[in-house]
Nanobody, 121 residues
Framework: VQLQASGGGLVQAGGSLRLSCVAS????????MTWIRQVSGKNHEIVAT????????TYADSAKGRFTISRDNAKNTVYLQMNSLKPEDTARYYC???????????????WGLGTLVTVSS
């Protein structure tokens, strides 16, 4: 399984970005998907997770009400819509996949390289 994230960039506080992650490989549409972020020098944090068919989602408290995860299995793509961005959202955002919705970052089997999001104040 290969994952390619895109959509990061520089945005002002209060702005929005949509991240995309295209998955390739066997049975990727059957995998749970997640967005995990890492602030430089800090631990990874699971931001949002979606199950294989999109009907179950979970969010970190820091993301609730601002971020929305979704997926389009016809395109093998998962999205993270981020609104009302804050400087503390600045991080590298990784998409990851696994047969199950894991609750810790190290539990996810497949990782992409990530995309950098920078939110200026």
């Amino acid at each position: 399984v290969q994952l390619q994230a895109s959509g990061g960039g520089l945005v002002q506080a209060g702005g929005s970005l949509r991240l995309s992650c295209v998955a390739s490989g066997r049975r990727v549409s059957m995998l749970a998907m997640t967005w995990i972020r890492q602030v430089s020098g800090k631990n990874h944090e699971i931001v949002a997770t979606v199950n294989w068919n999109g009907d179950t989602t979970t969010y970190a408290d820091s993301a609730k009400g601002r971020f929305t995860i979704s997926r389009d299995n016809a395109k093998n793509t998962v999205y993270l819509q981020m609104n009302s961005l804050k400087p503390e959202d600045t991080a590298r955002y990784y998409c990851a996949a696994d047969p199950q919705m894991r609750t810790i970052p190290s539990g996810w089997d497949y990782w992409g390289l990530g995309t950098l999001v920078t939110v200026s104040s």
